[in-house]
């Protein structure tokens, strides 16, 4: 069932704790919670019902009840545990996405191996958040989606990496990609999407995703997790 949380219940915070984090729009933020755990539900949909950028959050217990309820009354962003009892969250992302339920789908998960990763993103989502993070990291998570930006955790960057180094082989030489091709795959690596990076660049916003797709043959990459995880690792292995 799905349940609004108070915005009466608000903390006092002022806006001056957003960090330079809150979007340039002054209508609320809608945002989901979708999670079987009620404690977690309960503490997430409150915490956020009380930030001064979100509108009263909407919790749903599972998928079913999710998919139901943002069909008739869609979000901004949807925090989804992709370890939903009964139909997965995986399949929950990926239905919200065919429906329309959200415009931007954020994974909240337990685990961030690379495999994990990779059947979130392919789900779906445009990011993901680990249980374990504070509820700060979470807002903030949420707030970047709303502003174009990706959320991807330190620690499943260094997961790839592993990953990345152990089935790679014979990659080709990261001299291989232009100047232009460099400033596209570190504007990647820093979030922005490729509207953004057009922008950044005064590009066509086609030219951007030509040079994406160069980027992506070069370094011998499906994704874009993986192209970050190999920019990084061509950081450290080039001489300073």
Known sequence: ???????????????????????????????????????????????LSSC????????????????AGLTAKPVDIALVDIRLAGESGLDCIARLKAQGGANF????????????????FAAGAHGYVIKSSKLTEVRDALLGLQMGLSA??????????????KTRSGAPASSRLTPMEWRI?????????????AVHLDLAVSTVYV??????????????????????????????
């Open 211 to 240: 040079h994406n797709r160069n980027i992506f043959r070069k370094l011998r990459v499906n994704n874009q997790l993986q192209a970050i995880a190999r920019y990084l690792e061509l950081l450290r292995e080039t001489p300073t």
């Open 105 to 120: 789908l954020l994974a909240h998960t337990v685990a961030d191996d690379s495999e994990t990763l990779a059947a979130a």
């Open 185 to 197: 795959l570190s504007e990647i690596a820093a979030g922005f999407k490729c509207k953004a990076i």
């Open 1 to 47: 069932m799905q349940h609004l949380f108070d915005p009466s219940r608000r903390f006092n915070r002022p806006r001056s704790e957003a960090n330079g984090l809150l979007p340039a729009q002054t209508r609320l933020i809608r945002v989901a919670v979708i999670d079987d755990e009620p404690l977690l539900l309960e503490s997430v949909g409150h915490y």
């Open 152 to 165: 991807v955790s330190p620690r499943a960057v260094r997961h790839i990496l592993e990953s990345f180094r």
């Open 52 to 67: 001064v950028e979100f509108a009263p959050t909407q919790v749903y217990a599972s998928a079913a009840t999710a998919i």
